[in-house]
Structures are given as C-alpha cells and as structure tokens.
C-alpha cells in the first residue's frame, strides 16, 4: 500500500498488503508522503440523555483525488434503519450478509449503485465496521466517525482509512 517492498512482518487487509510500518506504524505519515490529504478529529459531547455519560468522537477526513458525484452514509443496520426500510428504497448489492449488516443512505442511486457493487468497496466499508465506525463518501470526501464511552484508539480506523482511500482511489 505505501510503496515499501518489504511487507514482511506486515499484514494483509482486504486483499492489501501492509508493511510493519503501515500496520504498527504510522499510516497518517504514509498516506500524506503519498500525496492523500487526511485529518483527524477529537471531541466530546453529551447525550440528550441524563446518563451522565460523555461520547468520545474520532472522526478522521480523507480527500479522494476525484469527485464521485455520491453523496451516501454506509452504517450497521439497526433498529431504527429496519423502520426507516418500511418507508424508503435501500440500495441492495445482492449479497444477502452485506445487504442485511449495512444500511446504504444516498443520494446519486445509479452511480452509489455501482459504486457498491464493488467486491473491495464492500470489503472497505466492512472494514470501517471492524473498527466499528460509520462512513461517509460525500463527494471527493471520505469521512469515517467512531464514537464510544471511552477514548477510541486511532491505529484501528487510521488503518481503514488507508484501506479505503486505497480502494476508493482505484474506482473508476
């Protein structure tokens, strides 16, 4: 993925292969020597809620060297997102495990639909839910939000968002 011949001691992600440094390391580093333009960011809020509790956000931005005219939110299906479904068309890839995991929310149908057909742009977007995370492709922007109780890691999603500006980049 960076360009390092040695990938040993590496690992291999969605069919890609990571060396010790993009899998350890530091893939922001990487990706920017790459030419990607990327940020990250961290906040926290409070639910509406009287728990008391404090949301941790990560949210890390990636500029894509193209447009793709989609606007789309890819996120674990849930509760709300199966009422949703009662209501409005959801764009189906015809693979029974990625169409019942992932709800697609977008706009531009015909161009996210082939956009998703892609064997690898659905490995990327499971990838992001390993982290877990929802994302976002909003034009030449790929945008990926992990919120928890406790402060997230950022190895775990700065390694999907290289996947996946990897992946992104290679769409035609």
């Not at 015809?94 to 490995?123: C, H, N």
Request: proline share 6%; glycine share 8%.
């Amino acid at each position: 993925m960076c360009g390092d011949p040695s990938t040993a001691g590496g690992a291999r992600l969605c069919e890609l292969d990571l060396c010790q440094n993009c899998y350890h390391g530091d893939p922001h580093q990487r990706l920017v020597s790459r030419g990607f333009s990327i940020s990250a960011e961290r906040f926290t809020t409070r639910p509406n809620d009287d728990s008391g509790t404090l949301q941790h956000h990560l949210v890390m931005t990636g500029l894509l060297g193209r447009n793709f005219g989609v606007k789309a939110t890819f996120r674990r299906e849930g509760l709300g997102t199966r009422i949703t479904k009662l209501f409005r068309k959801e764009i189906q890839v015809g693979d029974p495990f990625f169409d019942q995991l992932v709800y697609i929310d977008g706009k531009s149908e015909p161009q996210l639909a082939r956009l998703v057909e892609s064997p690898e742009i659905q490995s990327v977007i499971l990838e992001f839910f390993s982290v877990p995370a929802t994302v976002t492709l909003d034009g030449p922007f790929l945008r990926a939000e992990q919120i928890e109780e406790s402060a997230p890691p950022e190895l775990p999603l700065w390694r999907a968002m290289a996947i996946g500006l990897h992946y992104f980049e290679r769409q035609v």
